[in-house]
């Protein structure tokens, strides 16, 4: 009885501090951000203060803060919306169809997956450059959708393979031709693995600094992550500015993962025994 109750309390206790290691920093930014500068520099660290919104107030008040709002969204949710809809087709063609050069296709694909993309700045740069398109929106939502897409592409395959082939073959079979069976019995089965994508291609893109660091030298073209870089002055750091700007630029992440969680961790043949 004893190493059975063992057995089921260790996993909890394991559980509840992994909990508060992942959950302590995010907490002590949030306090953070409505701390005052004295409160935050101090070498004790104070739990019990008055909250202000004097970080908030600074960190937007920046000059064109709407405008990096605005820019991450666009780019964002463009680059998002053009891995999908790609992956979905290329997807569906890996996971069903038969054709030469599939295995060298799943190949790359994982080899993409697997490339660090810090490397390839330099070479984004200079094409950019030849091709005067620094300094653009459009193009960091196009590096950010490669960059989005050998992930989106291969979960999305499995995804579409683990869907049975009956499903398609039967409504085949009543009429429908690939394409509607495809938007018909498979798209909608799919809206785990469509959350799932959409989450890490929303988190990569809206958090990523380096490429929009080196192609976008425009404040005009720049996003959020170079916006929190702005409280970094030759006379320190404004770490209440910094916190709170870092609590608004997670927030939209929170929001989206807190709406999208129920379908991703929905079962798919929930879906293929209904109707």
Do not use: H
């Not at 306090?31 to 008055?50: C, H, M, N, Q, Y």
């Not at 680059?79 to 060298?104: H, K, S």
């Not at 079979?173 to 929303?202: E, H, K, N, Y």
């Amino acid at each position: 009885m004893r190493a059975k109750r063992f057995g089921q309390i260790w996993p909890n206790v394991v559980a509840l501090l992994l909990s508060v290691v992942f959950i302590f920093p995010v907490y002590w930014m949030l306090a953070s951000s409505f701390k005052e500068r004295g409160d935050i520099l101090t070498k004790d660290p104070v739990f019990f203060f008055v909250p202000t919104f004097e970080n908030y107030s600074r960190a937007m008040g920046v000059d064109l803060f709407w405008t990096y709002v605005v820019n991450s969204l666009v780019v964002t949710l463009g680059a998002v919306a053009l891995a999908l809809l790609v992956a979905l087709a290329a997807g569906f063609a890996i996971a069903r169809m038969q054709f030469r050069g599939r295995r060298a296709m799943v190949l790359v694909v994982m080899m993409a997956q697997m490339a660090p993309w810090e490397v390839l700045i330099i070479v984004m740069y200079l094409n950019a450059r030849d091709l005067e398109m620094l300094n653009s929106i459009f193009t960091l939502m196009l590096i950010y959708f490669v960059m989005a897409l050998p992930f989106t592409i291969w979960t999305l395959r499995g995804f579409i393979a683990a869907v049975p082939k009956e499903l398609e073959e039967a409504a085949m079979i009543d009429g429908c031709t690939r394409t509607q069976a495809f938007f018909r019995v498979i798209f909608p089965l799919l809206a785990p693995g469509l959350m799932a994508t959409s989450i890490f291609g929303f988190i990569m893109a809206w958090n990523e600094f380096a490429m929009v660091l080196v192609l976008n030298k425009s404040p005009e073209a720049s996003t959020l992550p170079l916006w929190l870089a702005s409280f970094q002055t030759q006379f320190g750091n404004d770490w209440g500015a910094t916190m709170a700007a870092s609590t608004l630029v997670t927030l939209p992440v929170l929001i989206l993962f807190l709406i999208l969680q129920r379908r991703v961790t929905g079962g798919m043949s929930a879906g293929a025994v209904k109707g």
